[in-house]
């Protein structure tokens, strides 16, 4: 029969994977959370680069043609923009959702392992009773041979 020690332990070992798992998720989440962030900047620098040099193209004049391209453009930056954006928040609250469901299952896992050892050590303490018992009965015994 396994010890209560051992039991707990076992289940101490599952949800450390479990844990594990969710860390390993976390992090896969915050990757795609930078990532995210760096298009919006990268879109963003983009942007502005380009209504600069269509500033600096337009100090000479330019045609109608060429002023509706610029704006249908930076209409389609905008909602590209706002889509990622979009986006963005979406791996924020991912992040969030992943981050507390790690916490949980770390701190549930460090309260197993509080368990186990309680146990561990309670059970040491049990054998050592034991093993004194023992030798106070033998040496009681050997001490009525005399």
Same mark, same amino acid.
């Given at each position: 029969?396994?010890? /209560?020690?051992?039991?707990? @332990?076992?289940?101490?070992?599952?949800?450390?994977? #479990?844990?594990?798992?969710?860390?390993?998720?976390?992090?896969?989440?915050?990757?795609?959370?930078?990532?995210?962030?760096?298009?919006?900047?990268?879109? /963003? /620098?983009?942007?502005?680069?380009?209504?600069?040099?269509?500033? #600096?193209?337009? !100090?000479?004049?330019?045609?109608?043609?060429?002023?509706?391209?610029?704006?249908?453009?930076?209409?389609?930056?905008? /909602?590209?923009?706002?889509?990622?954006?979009?986006?963005?928040?979406? %791996?924020?609250?991912?992040?969030?959702?992943?981050? @507390?469901?790690?916490?949980?299952?770390?701190?549930?896992?460090?309260?197993?392992?509080?368990? %186990?050892?309680?146990?561990?050590?309670?059970?040491?303490?049990?054998?050592? @009773?034991?093993?004194?018992?023992? #030798?106070?009965?033998?040496?009681?015994?050997? !001490? @009525?041979?005399?």
């Amino acid at each position: 029969m396994m010890k /209560k020690s051992q039991r707990i @332990k076992t289940i101490v070992e599952i949800k450390a994977a #479990q844990e594990k798992k969710s860390l390993e998720a976390l992090g896969a989440s915050q990757r795609k959370l930078l990532a995210a962030q760096a298009q919006v900047e990268s879109l /963003k /620098k983009y942007r502005q680069e380009y209504q600069d040099r269509f500033n #600096q193209l337009g !100090g000479g004049g330019i045609s109608v043609l060429k002023l509706q391209e610029f704006r249908s453009f930076m209409d389609k930056l905008d /909602k590209a923009i706002a889509g990622q954006q979009q986006s963005l928040s979406e %791996c924020e609250t991912d992040l969030m959702t992943k981050r @507390k469901t790690w916490e949980a299952m770390h701190h549930r896992t460090q309260s197993l392992q509080k368990v %186990c050892n309680s146990a561990l050590a309670a059970e040491i303490k049990q054998d050592g @009773k034991l093993e004194q018992l023992e #030798q106070d009965e033998r040496a009681s015994r050997s !001490g @009525k041979r005399c």
